[in-house]
């Protein structure tokens, strides 16, 4: 994950323009068998740092009706209220979550930050991070919850103390989740408390829920009455899995046998270089997965979007048994959001792969595996383009 290409969320110190995010909704399975069982545990670990909170078990409220958010509306200052009672009352709105939310500093780390009420912003959140009294408890206590690959490819360790805040002014606070917000660039996660303390702004982002009205269609009418300087985007849940032979063999659609060939070299370039989470250029002395993947595309005159979850998006999934070199592997490894893609790595055929893994390892060439894998991309310019206009 890391920096974006255009960011939503401004910054503790200033203003920054808008990035595109995108969500997902996990649906957790239970089954009464040794292994799942094993699995509810994993997921529990990742899930809170301490079961354990100074806070009263009734601190935070138990969690309510689940909301997929739809549009993420963001400021530099605070949302006016008239507004956000207006959108409240709007046609086919379900719910409406106001929270504080910038681009600030984690662990040394430029990420999406949001200052929330936990008693309410768990209802917008993933199944399991959504039904984690411990970790909501943590929250309100002072903790921070990062996202799962900050945490667990990114290196920054459950329960550790981190810095937080802006580049002049930083608190320590211990890492109480790991808990995927389903929310692509919002990385970390404080209490509305803390944020304050912090100096983010107040009540200047709002996630709203509509359900049964098209995202761009409900935010062509929004802009209509938001304030100025305010920006909206469609917070998509959805990949498409194209029926078969929808996939277009040429015409423009998908790359050409030169940008293949280009894109597989640049990432062949890259052999060697250290995983660096966020990591997109040489100037951060390594790279991600995904900053991998936006650099060697790159070369070949493709823009894609920074994160895993929005590249997915960046042409059709196809089934890994119909995987070609220069498309993309994606997986879902995340347990605090099943279903989420959250690594990504490049095709080169014959089973092999080139990847930049996790912390402690360099890019390299691997042998495919396949568990938690939801597909191959083939990329399609012109689809991702379209995402990082």
């Not at 995927?180 to 660039?185: E, F, L, Q």
Request: glycine share 10%; with cysteine.
């Amino acid at each position: 994950m890391g920096k974006p290409n255009r960011r939503v969320l401004p910054t503790i110190i200033g203003v920054s323009v808008l990035t595109t995010l995108a969500a997902n909704v996990a649906v957790l399975v239970a089954r009464d068998d040794p292994a799942e069982a094993r699995h509810r545990e994993q997921r529990a670990r990742f899930v809170a740092a301490s079961g354990s909170s100074k806070l009263s078990p009734y601190a935070v409220a138990p969690l309510g009706k689940r909301l997929t958010p739809h549009v993420l509306v963001a400021a530099p200052s605070t949302l006016p209220s008239a507004f956000v009672q207006k959108v409240r009352g709007a046609k086919g709105v379900q719910g409406v979550e106001v929270v504080d939310a910038v681009q600030g500093m984690v662990a040394g780390k430029r990420v999406g930050l949001m200052g929330v009420d936990p008693s309410t912003f768990r209802n917008y959140t993933p199944k399991p991070t959504a039904k984690s009294d411990a970790l909501w408890r943590n929250v309100a206590s002072g903790d921070v919850a990062i996202s799962f690959t900050m945490g667990n490819d990114g290196g920054v360790k459950l329960g550790s103390q981190v810095p937080v805040g802006g580049r002049q002014s930083q608190s320590q606070l211990r890492v109480g989740a790991y808990a995927t917000m389903g929310i692509s660039d919002v990385d970390a996660v404080i209490s509305h408390t803390t944020a304050q303390a912090l100096g983010m702004p107040t009540g200047n982002a709002m996630l709203i829920s509509v359900p049964k009205t098209e995202p761009k269609a409900f935010i062509k009418k929004l802009r209509k009455a938001m304030p100025k300087q305010a920006k909206a985007v469609a917070v998509n849940p959805e990949i498409d899995f194209p029926e078969p032979g929808d996939v277009p063999a040429a015409n423009g659609q998908v790359m050409t046998a030169s940008q293949t060939r280009t894109v597989i070299k640049a990432a062949y370039t890259r052999l060697g270089w250290p995983y660096v989470w966020g990591g997109e250029s040489e100037a951060e002395g390594g790279y991600d997965c995904s900053g991998l993947m936006q650099f060697a595309f790159a070369k070949a005159g493709i823009r894609l979007p920074r994160v895993a979850a929005d590249q997915a998006r960046a042409g059709w999934v196809i089934p890994y048994s119909k995987a070609r070199p220069g498309d993309m592997l994606i997986w879902a490894n995340d347990p605090t959001a099943p279903g989420y893609i959250s690594h990504i790595a490049l095709y080169l055929g014959n089973g092999k792969m080139l990847a930049a893994p996790r912390t402690g390892t360099v890019v390299q060439v691997q042998n495919v595996y396949t568990r938690n894998m939801r597909g191959a991309v083939r990329v399609s310019p012109k689809m991702a383009a379209a995402l990082t206009r």
